[in-house]
């Protein structure tokens, strides 16, 4: 008979995730097991987008953290990890426009990513 399985995930620094936990508990990221692709297939063939098909990696997220350490954030509003990584995938996409109804806050993440060709308009 087989004793139960276990498995281990690798994690950077366990103090960091503890830290990050508390702030990520109500978000969703793109690329979970569950989650619909981004793109869908066609009867071309399936494109793909780099920015799309690869999740954040550990520098990625350094990005976010130094996006939401040093956003100027509009008065009473607090860092938000997903806006960080949408501000993010925004920034890896380049041309791209974040319609949002807080575009003050994605400006600031901008401002800190300081990417070249991407706007926040209000939706």
Same mark, same amino acid.
């Given at each position: 008979?087989?004793?139960?399985?276990?498995? #281990?995930?690798?994690?950077? #620094?366990?103090?960091?995730?503890?830290? /990050?936990? +508390?702030?990520?508990?109500?978000?969703?990221?793109? #690329?979970?097991?569950?989650?619909?692709?981004?793109?869908?297939?066609?009867?071309? *063939?399936?494109?793909?987008?780099?920015?799309?098909?690869? +999740?954040?990696? %550990?520098?990625?997220?350094?990005?976010? *953290? $130094?996006? /939401? *350490?040093?956003?100027?954030?509009?008065?009473?509003?607090?860092?938000?990890? %997903?806006?960080?990584?949408?501000?993010?995938?925004?920034?890896?996409? +380049?041309?791209?426009?974040?319609?949002? $109804?807080?575009?003050?806050?994605? #400006?600031?993440?901008?401002?800190?990513?300081?990417?070249?060709?991407?706007?926040?308009?209000?939706?």
């Amino acid at each position: 008979m087989l004793g139960p399985v276990h498995a #281990q995930v690798w994690r950077p #620094q366990p103090a960091l995730v503890h830290a /990050l936990s +508390g702030v990520l508990k109500d978000c969703t990221f793109p #690329q979970a097991r569950t989650a619909e692709p981004p793109m869908r297939e066609t009867k071309a *063939g399936r494109p793909e987008c780099l920015a799309c098909a690869t +999740g954040p990696d %550990l520098a990625d997220w350094r990005r976010i *953290g $130094t996006a /939401l *350490g040093r956003a100027d954030l509009p008065l009473k509003k607090r860092p938000d990890a %997903l806006d960080g990584w949408v501000a993010l995938a925004a920034a890896r996409h +380049g041309s791209a426009v974040i319609f949002t $109804t807080d575009p003050g806050d994605f #400006q600031a993440y901008l401002e800190v990513l300081a990417p070249t060709d991407v706007h926040a308009v209000a939706a």
